[in-house]
């Protein structure tokens, strides 16, 4: 099974930096996925990380340690679009791979 | 791009009804999701199929059951629906190989009264 632990709520400021944190315990691992989630919409795929380190796509970065089971989310020079909902879910490794099980979401809220 | 089509974004149903709730892809993807979302609980996996007629339970599959008749159309059935079952399904499609982010449809926001 899969313990995914994120904080359910975070809010900052318009052009500040926010870091999001995902801890997970699970047995079997390949990588970890990040989504974005904006109110009623559907999730979309911000990234998936492998290898240990940090990974940048623009204003978004994010983070894995494998020995730590911990990944998370940065996102730098907020806007107010940002605020969603981001869903951190572990990949497990083998016949399971398909299958993903999703953390509870952390709301960020993005103020002026 | 990949479009994943659910045939409804509101529904209201009424308890004891036998409700589907359609979900269609565009790319051919071997694997197709059902999810329910409720606050609080995040996404949750109801069923997963990963090819025709073949289908996998998932964390919640008590009260559903699905059909994979053809390989672009998933449907989630509920038998006798309940008020519990008032909440968002989202369905999602991947391909057979590798680790492919997955692409949601727009989900479905289903009320039973």
């Known amino acids: 099974g899969q313990n995914i632990d994120q904080p359910t709520e975070m809010t900052a400021t318009e052009g500040a930096i926010v870091q999001i944190n995902c801890t997970y315990q699970?047995?079997?691992?390949?990588?970890l996925f990040w989504y974005q989630q904006h109110a009623g919409e559907a999730p979309t795929f911000l990234s998936y990380n492998v290898l240990d380190g940090l990974e940048e796509k623009g204003r978004f970065s994010s983070f894995l340690s494998r020995s730590k089971g911990y990944s998370y989310l940065l996102l730098k020079e907020l806007q107010m679009k940002d605020s969603a909902s981001y869903l951190c879910?572990?990949?497990?490794?083998?016949?399971?791979?398909?299958?993903?099980?999703f953390g509870s979401g952390t709301q960020l809220t993005v103020l002026p | 791009d990949v479009k994943v089509t659910q045939s409804s974004r509101y529904l209201v149903k009424r308890t004891g009804e036998k409700v589907f709730l359609e979900c269609v892809q565009d790319?051919?993807?071997?694997?197709m999701f059902w999810y329910r979302q409720d606050p609080g609980l995040g996404l949750r996996l109801i069923y997963f199929?990963?090819?025709?007629?073949?289908?996998e339970k998932g964390d919640i599959p008590e009260g559903y059951s699905v059909s994979r008749e053809k390989k672009e159309r998933f449907s989630l059935i509920l038998e006798s629906a309940s008020t519990n079952q008032t909440s968002m399904y989202l369905c999602?499609?991947?391909?057979?190989?590798?680790?492919?982010?997955?692409?949601f449809g727009d989900g479905t926001r289903l009320s039973i009264l």
């Open positions: 879910a572990p990949a497990p490794r083998g016949g399971s791979a398909r299958q993903l099980t």
């Open positions: 999602a499609s991947i391909p057979g190989q590798g680790y492919q982010p997955q692409h």
């Open positions: 199929s990963y090819d025709v007629k073949m289908k």
């Open positions: 790319m051919d993807h071997e694997n």
């Open positions: 699970t047995s079997g691992f390949n990588g």
